[in-house]
């Protein structure tokens, strides 16, 4: 099977934060409410870019909730995330990813980040200057940066980020390989469910792509499967919607 290109996995990133951003659930200031933001996925060409709140049905279980608000949002905070603990060789998928930074429209700000010592070092902050973020890109620091969390990385920089706001998505690069903590002797990383909760309480979605990890200790069958379990779960994105960058990658 031809492995997909990661500019079309991009590409669907794109479409789904211009509408209303990846599914994830927050909850508001107000007692008792629920906020949260929905994609909306049309058949072929349908515009699906403006939908009435009439048209609109909520379920939980059986029972239908009634929606207060529905309102499309345009703005959107997106910061790319990259674990410093990849292979260096991830450097060589970098032009995709400008392509993807270049395509956001106006309205989107962008910050370019990288995951080292169980934090986020910001590179370029949110900018709607696009140009300035795609220049940010460098490449990862490989086996000099394992010992490290993605875990704690990101929930570092969630937590320098406000409750409430305009949308709000994460792309994480990682191989997903917890080497400060671990798995312990359960199949997920101990930092992976904190993370899940502060995105959804912070109404932030996060999208995953796999790259493996520099030095032998990522290169084990049994914790790069763990691995990719974590990062499935954290971005709720079955495994054969999220791409793997890996040797056997090859693009026309």
Do not use: C
Not at 18 to 38: E, I
Not at 70 to 83: N, P, V
Not at 101 to 125: C, F, H, K, W
Request: a positive charge.
């Amino acid at each position: 099977m031809k492995q997909p290109r990661l500019s079309t996995f991009l590409g669907a990133v794109v479409t789904a934060a211009l509408l209303f951003a990846p599914s994830a659930k927050a909850q508001s200031q107000a007692a008792g409410n629920v906020t949260f933001t929905v994609t909306a996925v049309g058949k072929k060409d349908a515009d699906v870019s403006n939908i009435p709140k009439d048209d609109v049905q909520l379920f939980q279980g059986k029972d239908r909730k009634q929606i207060g608000d529905w309102r499309k949002g345009d703005t959107l905070f997106l910061a790319i995330l990259i674990d410093d603990s990849i292979e260096t060789s991830a450097g060589g998928q970098w032009d995709y990813l400008r392509e993807f930074i270049m395509a956001q429209p106006a309205s989107t700000s962008i910050m370019v980040g990288y995951i080292t010592e169980n934090g986020t070092r910001v590179l370029q902050d949110f900018t709607p200057n696009h140009e300035l973020a795609a220049k940010a890109l460098r490449l990862p620091i490989g086996f000099g940066s394992i010992g490290s969390s993605p875990y704690l990385g990101a929930l570092d920089l969630l937590k320098r980020w406000p409750n409430t706001g305009p949308r709000r998505s994460v792309v994480l690069i990682s191989s997903g390989i917890d080497f400060f903590r671990g798995q312990g002797f359960g199949p997920f990383s101990p930092d992976l469910d904190p993370l899940i909760s502060r995105a959804e309480k912070q109404n932030t979605n996060i999208w995953t792509i796999y790259y493996p990890s520099a030095g032998h200790r990522g290169r084990s069958f049994f914790r790069a499967n763990n691995a990719q379990n974590n990062l499935d779960k954290l971005s709720r994105i079955p495994a054969q919607n999220r791409i793997s960058w890996g040797r056997r990658l090859r693009f026309p």
